[in-house]
């Protein structure tokens, strides 16, 4: 074999050696690290276990980025773990002038074991072709969340765009939607604030 045939040998064992590894680091990227899996559901429960319970909240809407007009909306909301504690299911309740409540709305969210971002999906008793999916970023102290709303069908006025929500104090949270008007402005759509409800927290999720 002469030193032409050498080189030749060479270049096709470096080329094979090369898509094997290219092949090889495919796979680990494609595969979930274990640890980093568990690493994000303990993130969730952290974050998401303060949650569990009945809450009494304030949801106020507004038409436009000109807030001409705003619909108050007192709601009662409820947090616990369901399947078998993989996903945290919030039942949305609107209060009746006479104080009875109906149910208006739930709403399920998990967590993406790759990037840590909460995902949601909510959907609404009244109108249940509409639904909500939810893609937002858990902040490292476990206490605030950003991220994109995306509501189907959309709003004739308005598109739904950026979530922002977080707690303000202990027992207390803000979450606010921000949405974009027609000529591209975004605005502040609606604002929900919960207080806890005087009950103890119900159940851990197992």
Not at 97 to 118: A, K, Q, Y
Not at 142 to 170: C, F, M, Y
Request: proline residues 3%.
């Amino acid at each position: 074999m002469d030193r032409t045939d050498i080189r030749a040998v060479r270049g096709v064992f470096l080329r094979g050696g090369l898509l094997a590894l290219l092949l090889s680091a495919a796979t680990l990227a494609g595969a979930v690290d274990p640890r980093v899996a568990q690493d994000s559901r303990q993130a969730f429960k952290s974050f998401a276990q303060p949650l569990v319970g009945n809450w009494e909240c304030n949801l106020r809407t507004w038409d436009d980025r000109f807030h001409e007009r705003m619909v108050e909306t007192v709601q009662k909301r409820r947090f616990e773990w369901v399947l078998k504690g993989n996903f945290l299911q919030e039942s949305i309740y609107a209060v009746l002038r006479g104080g009875d409540t109906t149910h208006v709305g739930i709403t399920l969210l998990s967590v993406d074991p790759e990037t840590m971002h909460v995902l949601g999906s909510g959907f609404d008793a009244t109108t249940p072709d509409r639904r909500m999916t939810l893609d937002a970023e858990l902040a490292p102290d476990l206490r605030h969340l950003s991220g994109k709303v995306e509501i189907t069908p959309p709003n004739e006025n308005a598109r739904a765009e950026r979530l922002d929500w977080q707690w303000i104090e202990d027992g207390r949270t803000r979450s606010r939607l921000y949405s974009r008007a027609s000529n591209g402005r975004e605005f502040l759509n609606q604002e929900l604030i919960c207080k806890r409800a005087g009950d103890a927290a119900a159940g851990s999720g197992g």
